[in-house]
């Protein structure tokens, strides 16, 4: 399984950024793709994910902000990252996860600075 992440950059406080991550290779049906991040001191944590049968969970930071969203069709999974923080400021990773085997993008940094 091969992840291409795309997006993220500068944005200032308040503003709007999104991502989106294609998996290619051999699929399983039942997946669950998502978006973790980094920052430098603290663990990778989860920031949203999405099963193949759209049902989906977030964390607590980033509720009613953020929106996952995906396109089985096109493999593919977005985050539009909404009223983004300073704090939102982090490496973010695409993950893919089948049959208990986890697969990473290639992280993509979202800064968000005034």
């Known amino acids: 399984v091969q992840l291409q992440a795309s997006g993220g950059g500068l944005v200032q406080p308040g503003g709007s950024l999104s991502l989106s991550c294609a998996a290619s290779g051999k699929l399983f049906s039942y997946n669950i793709m998502g978006w973790y991040r980094h920052t430098p001191g603290k663990q990778r944590e989860l920031v949203a994910r999405m099963t193949s049968g759209y049902q989906e969970n977030y964390a607590d930071f980033v509720k009613g902000r953020f929106t996952i969203s995906r396109d089985n069709a096109k493999n593919t999974v977005y985050l539009k990252m909404d009223n983004l923080k300073p704090e939102d400021t982090a490496v973010y990773y695409c993950?893919?996860?089948?049959?208990?085997?986890?697969?990473w993008g290639q992280g993509t940094l979202v800064t968000v600075s005034s």
């Open positions: 993950n893919y996860c089948e049959l208990g085997r986890n697969y």
